[in-house]
């Protein structure tokens, strides 16, 4: 499935930012976003996988900058992703990020969450009562 997705051209969306390849964003120093919660929790559990530039060092897979994740207006996408993993499935072969909903707050994963879209996005304004809501859907 994976690979016949990857063929499948992206249809443009005029609603959304044309994604950005990880070499078009500027490789910034960590702390420029004013997110220090955020920032503290991304380097805790987030850069080792996803880098401090949004492209892994790791897997191709989990690059993150220029994403549409990243870039929806919203911020869900990042937020749901963050609290209840994704990637692959159970069993299969391949690496998966994992949940992260059962170790941290509501507060502490809108803070990371914008603080990851800041970075790499377009920025988003997630908060407590967003994330509380997204753990209901599940």
Not at 8 to 13: D, E, F, R, Y
Not at 31 to 34: F, K, Y
Not at 74 to 78: A, K, M, T
């Given at each position: 499935?994976v690979?016949?997705?990857?063929t499948?051209?992206?249809?443009?969306?005029p609603?959304?930012?044309?994604p950005?390849?990880?070499?078009?964003i500027?490789?910034?120093?960590p702390?420029?976003?004013?997110n220090?919660l955020?920032?503290?929790?991304?380097?805790e559990?987030?850069?080792?996988?996803?880098g401090?530039?949004?492209?892994s060092p790791i897997?191709?897979l989990?690059?993150?900058a220029g994403?549409?994740?990243v870039n929806d207006p919203?911020?869900?996408?990042?937020a749901?992703?963050i609290l209840?993993?994704?990637?692959r499935k159970?069993g299969e072969a391949?690496?998966?990020?994992?949940?992260?909903?059962?170790a941290y707050?509501?507060?502490e994963?809108a803070?990371?969450a914008?603080?990851?879209?800041?970075?790499?996005g377009a920025?988003?304004?997630?908060?407590?009562?967003n994330?509380?809501?997204?753990?209901?859907?599940?």
């Open positions: 499935m690979a016949y997705l990857r499948v051209p992206p249809i443009a969306n609603d959304l930012p044309a950005r390849p990880p070499s078009a500027a490789a910034r120093e702390g420029h976003e004013d220090p955020g920032e503290q929790i991304y380097a559990a987030c850069a080792s996988c996803h401090w530039t949004g492209e897997s191709g989990a690059t993150i994403d549409r994740s919203s911020g869900v996408n990042v749901q992703v209840f993993g994704g990637g159970p391949g690496m998966a990020m994992p949940p992260f909903g059962d707050s509501d507060e994963i803070a990371v914008n603080y990851a879209r800041a970075r790499f920025g988003s304004h997630l908060t407590p009562e994330v509380a809501a997204l753990r209901l859907t599940r």
